[in-house]
Nanobody, 111 residues
Framework: VQLVESGGGLVQPGGSLRLSCAASGFTFSGYGMSWFRQAPGKEREFVATITNRGINTNYADAVKGRFTISRDNAMNTVYLQMNNLKPEDTAVYYC?????WGQGTQVTVSS
């Protein structure tokens, strides 16, 4: 199993980023996928999840209405569209499938 995140970077408050997670080594369409994040000095926290066919999603209260999780099963990729970013969204963002984690991608929201 391999999960590879990309799309992080530095963005100003109010800006947007789209994270991608390319998955391999398993039947992607058979599994729900999630995003987590970890800010400096804090524990890793849940951000969003999506079911295997993308029918159902769920979000942490802190990102609800600003972030959107989606997936493309033909491309074995899950996305996290992040809008109206805030400084408190600064963290390393991780793609997750069960016990499997990606290496993370840094998102920094700062003016």
């Amino acid at each position: 199993v391999q999960l590879v995140e990309s799309g992080g970077g530095l963005v100003q408050p109010g800006g947007s980023l789209r994270l991608s997670c390319a998955a391999s080594g398993f039947t992607f369409s058979g599994y729900g996928m999630s995003w987590f994040r970890q800010a400096p000095g804090k524990e890793r926290e849940f951000v969003a999840t999506i079911t295997n066919r993308g029918i159902n999603t769920n979000y942490a209260d802190a990102v609800k209405g600003r972030f959107t999780i989606s997936r493309d099963n033909a491309m074995n990729t899950v996305y996290l569209q992040m809008n109206n970013l805030k400084p408190e969204d600064t963290a390393v963002y991780y793609c997750n499938r069960g016990i499997n984690w990606g290496q993370g991608t840094q998102v920094t929201v700062s003016s």
